[in-house]
């Protein structure tokens, strides 16, 4: 067994002085005070830095100089959770943009193995797309947008071994068929939509339980018409993923939201391209080249493309500028995503029962080192 001790360690729930997590096998047994760490306990010594659990991203489209979409596969795969993991993300959903069904079949195909074998960091697969409002598809090609057929549900069917999110614009479905979805276990979010606020509204009683990249590749609300943003603020229960890079969003609109959603329901996302961990400043999108300008990742119709983002980068963000509570945001950015998969009782937590997957962060909120199933 062994004892990771630091002076401050953040369970997913409340910030623990000189505390320790007991480790074996790969998961925690228990988080103790450092003075009831069992005699004869290797202990790993973090001294100050902060001991938190590891960070989960619902939507990573690349990472490594990998874009899922041009290559879903293992090698892919893992690829990117190596990219993701030196920034504290310990699991991510690879997310499949708009694409065709060969492609999302691959992707699938892949994702299902790397669950099978045990691939470190994947947790299942994002589908963003392709049933989207195509008024508000952002950078997605239009060639593949187009309301669900029968082979496309298909594709959306439960994947062994893990989570299948699935974003969609909830007015080009029918809600029979988001209850045929949320009924077999797919997590659904709304995004990329026009929904009024009686659309969406039907959609989460439906069964819709988040909504991706909240106010982006939405329309804006307003006093007489609050639309899908409106009535994502005023629902009590559902999640709402924010991109915290100080270019989808502005800094208050976050406090905004923080202030006016539930704790718990706010998960933060990178929407990461492929040049998050490398040098790279541009790279292709379909038939586009998209550039990597003052952290914007930008097309050539000048649109944001996904982000430059990292999650220990999120994280810093909502402390450090925007003023969210320590605590919050790295419950934003680890136990808040793995309630919004359903498997809190397992990950994203550091608690008895949970995989010993663990973010180290300095004073500054950088990450010194990250763990997964107890091991560096």
Known sequence: MDAFLSSHLFTGDALHRDAAALVEDGVVRAVVPARS????????????????????????????GALFNDDPSLETLERIATAHRRFGTTGLLPTLISDHRDKRRAARAAVTEALKRGMPGILGLHLEGPHLNPARR????????????????????????????????????ALED????????????AGHSAASYEQTRAALAAGVCGFTHLFNAMPPTTSRDPGIVGA??????????????????HDATIRLVWRAKPHGTLVLVTDAMPTVGTDAESFRLGEDTITVSGGRCLSEEGRLA????DMATAVRNCV?????????????????????????????????GCAADFVVLDERLTVRETYLNGRS
């Open 232 to 249: 994502a603020l005023d629902d009590r229960t559902s999640w709402c993923g924010l991109i915290a890079d100080g270019h989808h969003l």
């Open 37 to 64: 760490i069992p005699i004869g306990v290797r202990i790993i010594d973090l001294g100050e830095a902060l001991l938190a659990p590891g960070f989960i991203d619902l939507q990573v489209n690349g990472g490594g």
């Open 320 to 352: 450090i500028r925007i003023g969210i509570p320590l605590e919050e945001a790295l419950a934003m950015a680890s136990t808040n995503p793995a309630k919004a998969l359903g498997i809190d009782q397992y990950r994203g937590r550091i608690a008895p």
């Open 306 to 309: 996904g982000s430059a983002l």
């Open 138 to 173: 952002g950078v997605h090609d239009p060639r593949w947008i187009a309301p669900p057929e029968e082979a496309d549900f298909a594709l959306m069917a439960p994947l062994p071994g893990g989570a299948l999110l699935v974003t969609l614009a909830p007015e080009t479905i």
């Open 178 to 189: 988001i209850r045929q979805l949320t009924g077999s276990g797919i997590r659904v979010a």
